[in-house]
């Protein structure tokens, strides 16, 4: 009940902004190419470099649905960490997004979205954002993809032992996606978010993947995230990385 107050608050708050965790959305939309439903089973393995040298096992599950113009996606996401001989759930995400393409152009995306998440490593108990943008391609050629996106989120922050927030944030994105081998491709994408009131105040982050495909349903993908922050939070590294092995099954 507590969390749906403030969630409901938050609607109130900020007239539809957005983009946060930062989770890499650009990656998982640009597969969507059928009409219907289709989606995503992913079982990953991570070596992170944080506060502790840790290393994770998760899965993330993704529902899209694309109609004409329209298309929506559904994205889960869960991590459980081991360090030494504890282990225990560190962190996760849900999210819920909208997209419509613009007819005439055909290069326009209106976007609006909603994501919830935690992360105990980061010291973030709970963080709910609201968001919309627009998202503009400006290189389709072939097997190559370039896009650009800007626009705007509300967030509703609560720290471990930090109190909460509630800020509007400036949301920014590039992201290139390329196929150079019919079992090979990359994609990259960077994020930047500063807060509107205080530019000084941001997060940016960055995620390459290199993807290699054995069968339509099949593909292994060898990831780098690299995140900073750059607000002090005690006991919280304002520079992260992480290498992932990812296998995943799509349908």
């Known amino acids: 009940m507590k969390l749906a107050l403030k969630f409901?608050?938050?609607?109130?708050?900020?007239?539809?902004?957005?983009?946060?965790?930062?989770?890499?959305?650009?990656?998982?939309?640009?597969?969507?190419?059928?009409?219907?439903?289709?989606?995503?089973?992913?079982?990953?393995?991570n070596f992170t470099v944080n506060t502790k040298t840790l290393l994770q096992f998760g899965t993330a599950v993704k529902l899209a649905y694309l109609k004409g113009k329209h298309y929506a996606l559904i994205l889960g996401d869960q991590t459980i960490v081991k360090s030494g001989d504890e282990s225990f759930i560190n962190k996760g995400f849900e999210h819920l997004r909208y997209n419509f393409q613009f007819k005439d152009s055909g290069r326009v995306v209106y976007e609006a979205y909603h994501q919830g998440q935690f992360n105990k490593v980061q010291r973030i108990n709970m963080r709910l954002l609201l968001g919309t943008g627009f998202r503009f391609l400006v290189l389709d050629q072939n097997n190559y993809q370039l896009n650009l996106g800007s626009g705007f989120m509300g967030e509703y922050?609560?720290?471990?032992?930090?109190?909460?927030?509630?800020?509007?944030?400036?949301?920014?994105?590039?992201?290139?996606?390329?196929?150079?081998?019919?079992?090979?491709?990359?994609?990259?994408?960077?994020?930047?978010?500063?807060?509107?009131?205080?530019?000084?105040?941001?997060?940016?982050?960055?995620?390459?993947?290199?993807?290699?495909?054995?069968?339509?349903?099949?593909?292994?993908?060898?990831?780098?995230?690299?995140?900073?922050?750059?607000?002090?939070?005690?006991?919280?590294?304002?520079?992260n990385y992480a290498i992932k092995n990812t296998l995943s099954f799509n349908f």
Do not use: C
Request: charged letters at 20%; proline letters at 2%.
């Open 8 to 45: 409901i608050l938050l609607l109130f708050l900020i007239p539809i902004f957005g983009h946060s965790q930062i989770v890499n959305i650009e990656n998982k939309r640009l597969s969507a190419k059928k009409e219907g439903f289709s989606g995503s089973l992913d079982v990953h393995g």
């Open 157 to 239: 922050e609560e720290l471990i032992e930090g109190g909460n927030s509630t800020d509007i944030l400036s949301a920014n994105y590039i992201s290139f996606d390329g196929q150079f081998f019919d079992n090979f491709g990359m994609n990259t994408i960077t994020y930047f978010q500063p807060k509107l009131a205080d530019w000084g105040n941001y997060r940016i982050s960055n995620e390459t993947s290199l993807r290699f495909r054995f069968n339509q349903h099949l593909t292994f993908k060898l990831v780098y995230q690299l995140a900073h922050d750059s607000r002090d939070i005690e006991g919280v590294r304002k520079t």
